[in-house]
C-alpha cells in the first residue's frame, strides 16, 4: 500500500524555517517524481514545488522561489522541503504528493498533510 | 502563468442528478488536465488525468472531456459521497496550477 506521511509542521514566526518531511512508503520511491502542494486554510490547491526522480530537476513557484529548497533522499525513501524567510501568507497545510507514472503533472498519492502556521 | 478557472463556484443537486463542472483555461493546455476530488479534511484524491482518463478505482460515473482551452468534468448520477470540492489542475506548463474548485453540495 502506498503511503506518504509528512511531518515538521508547526507554529513559527514570521522570518523563522521549518524543515518538511514526507515518509514514502509500499513503492520504489526513487522511480517517481515528487511534489509539495499547500493550501491556506479554507483556501484552495496551491502547487509549490517539484522534483524529479533522481532530483536532477527541480521546479519552485514564484511565491516561495529562494526561500523555499525541495530535496529528496532515495536511499531512505524520504521528501523534503526546507521553508526559510516564512511569511504570514504561508500559512497552510502542506501536502507532499507523488507523480504518477507517465503522467507526473498528475499526483496519483497525496500524504494526510502537515499545517504550517506562521504567526507571532 | 495560466490561469484555470472554474465554474460555477458552487453547484446545489441532488443525489442521483447529473452534474457537469467546467474549467476553463487561459490558454491552451493541450490534453494535460487533471480533476481532483477533496472531501472537508482529507487530502484531494486524483479522479481524472489527462482530460479524460478515469484513475485506478475510480467508478464509471466519473467522466472528463475536453481539450486546448475548454474541459468538463461530468458525474452520471449523484451518489452521497460524490459532495465534496472538485478541483481542476494543468500540468501543460510550469508552474503547475490548480483552478479555485468547484463545491458541489446537497440540494
Known amino acids: 500500500e502506498v503511503q506518504l506521511v509528512e511531518s515538521g509542521g508547526g507554529l513559527v514566526q514570521p522570518g523563522g524555517s521549518l524543515r518538511l518531511s514526507c515518509a514514502a512508503s509500499?513503492?520504489?520511491?526513487?522511480?517517481?517524481?515528487m511534489n509539495w502542494v499547500r493550501q491556506a486554510p479554507g483556501k484552495g490547491l496551491e502547487w509549490v514545488s517539484y522534483?524529479?526522480?533522481?532530483?536532477?530537476?527541480?521546479y519552485y513557484a514564484d511565491s516561495v522561489k529562494g526561500r523555499f529548497t525541495i530535496s529528496r533522499d532515495n536511499a531512505k525513501n524520504s521528501l523534503y522541503l526546507q521553508m526559510n524567510s516564512l511569511r504570514a501568507e504561508d500559512t497552510a497545510v502542506y501536502y507532499c504528493?507523488?507523480?504518477?507514472?507517465?503522467?507526473?503533472?498528475?499526483?496519483?498519492?497525496w500524504g494526510q498533510g502537515t499545517l504550517v502556521i506562521v504567526s507571532s | 502563468e495560466i490561469v484555470l478557472t472554474q465554474s460555477p463556484a458552487t453547484l446545489s443537486l441532488s443525489p442521483g442528478e447529473r452534474a457537469t463542472l467546467s474549467c476553463r483555461a487561459s490558454?491552451?493546455?493541450?490534453?494535460?488536465l487533471t480533476w481532483y476530488q477533496q472531501k472537508p479534511g482529507q487530502a484531494p484524491r486524483l479522479l481524472i488525468y489527462?482530460?479524460?482518463n478515469r484513475a485506478t478505482g475510480i467508478p464509471a460515473r466519473f467522466s472528463g472531456s475536453g481539450s486546448g482551452t475548454d474541459f468538463t468534468l461530468t458525474i452520471s448520477s449523484l451518489e452521497p459521497e460524490d459532495f465534496a470540492v472538485y478541483y481542476c489542475?494543468?500540468?501543460?506548463?510550469?508552474?503547475?496550477?490548480f483552478g479555485q474548485g468547484t463545491k458541489l453540495e446537497i440540494k
Open positions: 504528493a507523488r507523480g504518477q507514472r507517465g503522467y507526473s503533472g498528475s499526483f496519483d498519492y
Open positions: 509500499g513503492f520504489t520511491f526513487s522511480s517517481y517524481s
Open positions: 522534483i524529479s526522480s533522481s532530483s536532477s530537476t527541480i
Open positions: 490558454q491552451s493546455v493541450s490534453g494535460y
Open positions: 489527462d482530460a479524460s
Open positions: 489542475q494543468q500540468r501543460s506548463n510550469w508552474p503547475y496550477t
